[in-house]
């Protein structure tokens, strides 16, 4: 079975940049894939960031970008504020109609 | 402005049964392929099903096929989860989630708008 990997935890300094990265146990993440992510506070539902590798979803701030680096599909946070620290999580289409998420990455900022 | 309500949620005991419901607003139900997504507490997000706008074809997760039923009805706006042969590990937070095309496809595989969830416990 496929596994959709993504870091456990990441850490930027406030104004720092980070990549977050979501591949394949597997294989190679590519835009055919159309990689989406996703931003999760504590009690809240999930928001969508970023959808079909790199399109930004509507209200969500320039700071945030997608991209397939190497064999992965990646999230870039440039400038990040104190509201960024949250979950994040890619998902992956498979086959048959099945999504698969990977299992996220806690992001701090400090 | 785009509204998912889930409402359904509760206590069940294990083998137990449950049905969720979606009340949908502020767009086109009948031409948004929908999903289900669960998050067991202290876990991450985990897609659960999928359905495409006229309710003809369905996906499941390897973990809930055969015990789970995704259905739609489009005059009234709403997305249902007839879950059965509950388990203690589908507790969760159940959100319902609209994709971003009218059907469950590679090209369309996104979710777009999220409801805030209605929690299921497995328990006796």
């Known amino acids: 079975q496929t596994v959709v990997t993504q870091e456990p935890s990441f850490s930027v300094s406030p104004g720092g940049t980070v990549t977050l990265t979501c591949g394949l146990s597997s294989g190679s993440v590519s835009t055919t894939d159309y990689p989406s992510w996703y931003q999760q506070t504590p009690g809240q539902a999930p928001r969508m960031l970023i959808y079909n590798t790199n399109s930004r979803s509507s209200g969500v701030p320039a700071r945030f970008s997608g991209s397939i680096v190497g064999n992965k599909a990646a999230l870039t946070i440039t400038g990040a504020q104190a509201d960024d620290e949250s979950d994040y999580y890619c998902?992956?289409?498979?086959?048959?109609?099945?999504?698969?998420f990977g299992g996220g990455t806690k992001l701090t900022v400090l | 402005e785009v509204q998912l309500l889930e409402s359904g949620g509760g206590l069940v005991q294990p083998g137990g049964s449950v049905r969720l419901s979606c009340a949908a607003s502020g767009f086109t139900f009948s031409t948004y392929a929908m999903s289900w997504v669960r998050q067991a507490p202290g876990k991450g997000l985990e897609w659960v099903s999928g359905l495409g706008n006229s309710g003809d074809y369905a996906y499941y997760a390897d973990s809930v096929k055969g015990r789970f039923t995704v259905s739609r009805d489009n005059s009234k706006n709403t997305l249902y989860l007839q879950m059965n042969s509950l388990r203690a590990e589908d507790t969760a937070v159940y959100y319902c989630?609209?994709?971003?095309?009218?059907?469950?496809?590679?090209?369309?595989?996104?979710?777009?708008?999220w409801g805030q969830g209605t929690l299921v416990t497995v328990s006796s």
């Open positions: 989630a609209k994709y971003g095309g009218i059907s469950v496809a590679r090209t369309t595989n996104w979710f777009d708008s």
């Open positions: 998902v992956l289409y498979m086959s048959g109609g099945i999504s698969v």
